[in-house]
């Protein structure tokens, strides 16, 4: 199990200004078997998942994870890597541009990520990943 906020107990911590809007606690990540699997911990500000708002889903590799309407956003990545280090914790760190969504969403959640679009404009415009090594 992963869990992803702002508090340094999480396996993966925002931090920065992005990190502020963030819940302490914000979702967590199983495996079961061969999948994966986001649970949102109750946030306030929705979390999305391929642009769908979601409470608990299954992950695909590539899969886009929106952290609110006014948050940061990673992309799920499965890779092969060595177990080792799994027990620590790991800063997510920028890795590109902000991905165009996949799928249509209902119209208010869509207002409200076009708003947080506008409003992420320039250097606030970044993807975060979550790399298998994490898991």
Do not use: C, W
Not at 43 to 70: C, F, H, K, M, Q
Request: glycine letters at 10%.
């Amino acid at each position: 199990m992963t869990h992803l906020g702002r508090g340094p107990d999480n396996e993966i911590v925002v931090e920065g200004d992005e990190g502020a809007i963030v819940s302490a606690r914000r979702l967590k990540i199983l495996r079961e078997g061969m999948e994966y699997h986001l649970q949102d911990l109750g946030s306030t500000n929705r979390t999305y998942v391929n642009g769908a708002r979601v409470r608990e889903v299954a992950l695909t590799p590539g899969a886009t994870i929106e952290l609110g309407p006014d948050g940061p956003v990673f992309t799920f990545l499965l890779e092969e890597s060595p177990a080792a280090g799994l027990d620590q914790t790991m800063l997510a760190a920028p890795s590109g541009p902000f991905p165009p969504l996949e799928e249509p969403m209902s119209g208010e959640d869509e207002q409200l990520l076009a708003a947080a679009r506008a409003r992420r404009a320039g250097a606030r415009d970044q993807t975060l990943s979550l790399m298998h090594d994490a898991l």
